[in-house]
């Protein structure tokens, strides 16, 4: 049936319809095509793979391997004060010389002149450490010339207990350079403790690492006494007033470093579960007992299962008091090749766990036997806490120095701790932080980046960009030689990585891996893309054929 | 008599004279500074006896030769002591001539019954634990700590099964191990594993310092020992038996080496072939001392000179310690009556 013509032009035909209404209809098929293709996979597409992404937050990947390369510099500045200008100069570049091949350090070297006044009215070089010398930020040393030096000290440097070095006039640089590099700065631990961190299975072992406690924001302290049998002896000490005297000032030292909460206890009826030789009376040996090198392992073993020292999930260091009944006593340690322990204290320190010390009752009120049991045995502070304390010293991480000859230095003070040990020890603390941080970083960036299906929620994603901007931040204030700074900075690092590399977060797989993906949405809708992808042959016909039949009616 | 007291003395004094045992410098400075364990049964239902007995024993060798509960992370994924089809209730054994209880009184099972599941044993191994999880449920180990890793239930070619309804491939175990390496979470591992086709377990392992050991290589069947006709199932596993059989006469301060251990079952005895992968692992097996793995002697260091400390002024004598105020305490009331009291008018 054919309709009304709306317009007085010639109607072509085609059987019923008219041409152009046949054009028109193709061009609606067309039309409704072009549509199914748009919505479907102009739109459709892009919106399903969106909408079926894993919520990751963006990670700093660039700035993470850009950390590899950067290296870990720290800068100090050292102080030369001489008498003479030019030698004061000359030993400067001699120093600077050597410290210019240093991988780890580098050292600014400032000449200024010494008065020597002040020199010659020191009586000792306790009064000079006291007197004059202003106060040097953390990290910075000062290398006094003094010339009489000999009437202080045989040797010809003096390492004092602030961070100040003495020397002699005729000291040579060479001497200087060996006491800065070994005992002051000590690059070589630096250096084996991030090799060992960095490559474990290449680098050799690095005892003063092992023994040093892993890095941790807070350490408990157990001061344990043991005393096996107390109806024979009686100990009436008193423990907290002890700790109080000695261990807490050396403590304070560490506060910047670390929190240490002490704890004590007192453990009654362990035994020592080894069994100790007995050596007999022999003429100039009395009668005691022998605890060989090798068993001592076995004495810590059984003695930890009653320690309570896992309480906390703070890394705990044990100190051990163990005091034998009179017949059992004295216990003394021997070495391997059967030598008696020299420098008469019975004690031994394992790394990374503690120290036992074993405290003799005294020969006299053991063969007493007036002396009714239990019998009182005094504590004797001194050598028992002087012990704990230079057990604590090599545990938290101040290494014993070789001897260099013709140098010593001061005594230790009350409080433990020189203050340029303290600086190594916030300079290893600083190097095995961000290390530590580094490594997590690299390791969590590489994990995340392979496993595209790993949810990165806005926690971990915090704190992986706090660990990076103070890795970042550590190292830049290790170039300007700030310490203190440098510490937070490098805390903050490894805290926040840790905090990113254990998020329980990280383990939940969306169980939604990228074959499963395709296997549930192909079957869906594939069989409807195909006729739309299909269609695009025809529109593209279609629309060719639009083109031509424009250019025809333009050319006509 | 005195003839007797003389020659005992001459025989202590002998015996202080001879030099010590020589012990190899390997032995006393080992590398490592402690132990931890971390086992795994897998497997529940009655019938699965044999797994719990398998891994208790493990348990028991561990804790006699000195690794502290503390450092030992037990799982057992049911409990067959107090099992009501357990004729013997509270006691595991695995001789059916009941020679040991495997059980004992101080057991400490960490991860009981359904917590067992492939979700905490790799949120155990790679450290990604809940906050607030207990410190016996954790695993706090450095790069100084040495593990043992055994693991046993129903196994096959590339998974373990877990509680009968999932299973752990050997992909993700070796990634897991690959993330505690990352982080420098153990020292050396050895792994022991004691299932059917266990050795494709190790096969993936890709980490540093691992040595790994399986009860059966990939195609073969890891079988039981025997039966307790008492209780009706079977109560031991041939390699873990023959193994405990080893570490009963294995005392703290022994000599035996890995390498022993290595060949503690061989295959007429165990009818499946021991699989060892050694690849990993940098040392030789032979001068392994069995304490680095399953016990724990902590290295010592003697020489220290103590410290001339003296207080600069008794400082308990100026300091006055604060009194603390006692709290006192009092008993609930038993009936909060006090609470219901309306205002009397």
Known sequence: ?556 | MRALLFFVTIFYVNEYVQAVRQIPDDILRGNHTNNWAVLVDTSRFWFNYRHVANVLSIYRSVKRLGIPDSQIILMVADDMACNPRNPRPATVFNHRKQHINVYGDDVEVDYRGYEVTVENFVRLLTGRLFPGTPRSKQLLTDEGSNILVYLTGHGGDGFLKFQDSEEVTSQELADALEQMWQKRRYHEIFFMIDTCQAASMYEKFYSPNILAVASSLVGEDSLSHHVDPAIGVYIIDRYTFHALHFLERVSPDSMKTMGEFLAVCPKQECISTVGVRRDLFPRDPHKVPITDFFGSLRPVELGINYLNVSIALPLTENTIRPVKQEEKYHYAQQFPTHLFQTRAT
């Open chain 1, 1 to 556: 049936m054919s309709s009304h013509p709306s317009t007085t032009e010639e109607i072509k035909t085609v059987g019923d319809l008219p041409v152009e209404k046949i054009d028109k209809t193709e061009d609606y098929r067309i039309y409704a095509a072009i549509s199914y293709f748009v919505i479907l996979i102009v739109i459709g597409l892009p919106l399903w793979w969106k909408t079926t992404e894993v919520y990751r937050v963006p990670l700093p990947y660039t700035r993470i391997a850009a950390l590899n390369e950067s290296d870990f510099v720290l800068v100090t500045n050292v102080t030369i004060a001489s008498l003479d200008i030019d030698r004061g100069k000359q030993l400067a570049s001699d120093l600077d010389n050597f410290f210019k091949t240093s991988k780890l350090f580098k050292v600014h070297f400032v000449v200024t002149q010494v008065q020597k006044q002040i020199l010659a009215s020191a009586q000792s070089i306790q009064a000079l450490e006291l007197s004059s010398v202003s106060r040097r930020q953390a990290g910075d040393i000062l290398l006094l010339e003094v010339p009489g030096l000999p009437r202080f000290t045989p040797s010809q440097v003096l390492v004092g207990r602030r961070r100040i070095v003495y020397f002699a006039t005729d000291t040579s640089s060479v001497k200087l350079t060996e006491v800065l590099q070994q005992w002051l700065f000590q690059e070589e631990t630096l250096q084996r403790m991030i090799s060992s961190m960095v490559s474990p299975t290449k680098s050799e072992l690095d005892l003063a690492g092992r023994r040093r406690m892993p890095t941790a924001s807070a350490y408990d302290v157990m001061v344990t006494i043991v005393n096996p049998d107390p109806e024979k002896v009686q100990l009436n000490w008193d423990l907290q007033e002890a700790i109080e005297n000695f261990l807490s000032p050396f403590l304070r030292n560490l506060a910047p470093l670390a929190d240490y909460n002490v704890k004590s206890q007192w453990l009654y009826f362990v035994p020592l579960q080894v069994q100790p030789k007995l050596v007999p009376e022999q003429p100039g040996i009395r009668k005691h007992f022998a605890l060989s090198e090798e068993l001592l392992p076995h004495i810590i073993t059984p003695l930890e299962k009653k320690l309570a020292s896992h309480v906390s999930q703070n890394p705990c260091l044990n100190f051990v008091v163990y005091v034998p009944p009179c017949s059992e006593s004295p216990l003394y340690i021997y070495r391997q090749e059967g030598v008696i322990l020299r420098g008469g204290v019975n004690a031994f320190l394992s790394p990374r766990w503690g120290g036992i010390i074993i405290h003799n009752p005294p020969q006299d009120i053991c063969d007493n036997t007036t002396v009714v049991e239990p019998k009182p045995v005094e504590a004797d502070w001194s050598k028992i806490m002087g012990t704990f304390l230079a057990q604590l010293r090599l545990l938290v991480g101040v290494p014993e120095l070789d001897d260099i000859p013709r140098v010593s230095m001061l005594p230790l003070a009350a409080s433990g701790m020189r203050q340029w040990e303290l600086d190594s020890l916030y300079r290893v603390r600083i190097m095995e932080q961000l290390t530590s941080a580094m490594l997590t970083l690299q390791s969590l960036s590489q994990l995340l980046g392979e496993i595209s299906n790993i949810v990165i929620d806005d926690e971990v994603g915090d704190s992986i960009q706090e660990a990076v901007s103070a890795v970042e931040r550590g190292i830049e204030l290790l170039h300007q030689g700030n310490l203190l700074a440098a510490f937070e900075a490098s805390k903050q690092a490894f805290l926040s990585a840790e905090a990113a590399f254990t998020d329980p977060s990280l383990l939940a797989l969306l169980y939604f891996p990228d074959d499963q993906k395709y296997a549930v949405y192909i079957p869906l809708f594939l069989p409807v893309m195909i006729p739309v992808l299909m269609s695009l042959k025809n529109i593209y016909l279609w629309a060719a054929s639009k083109v031509r039949h424009k250019g025809k009616e333009k050319v006509d």
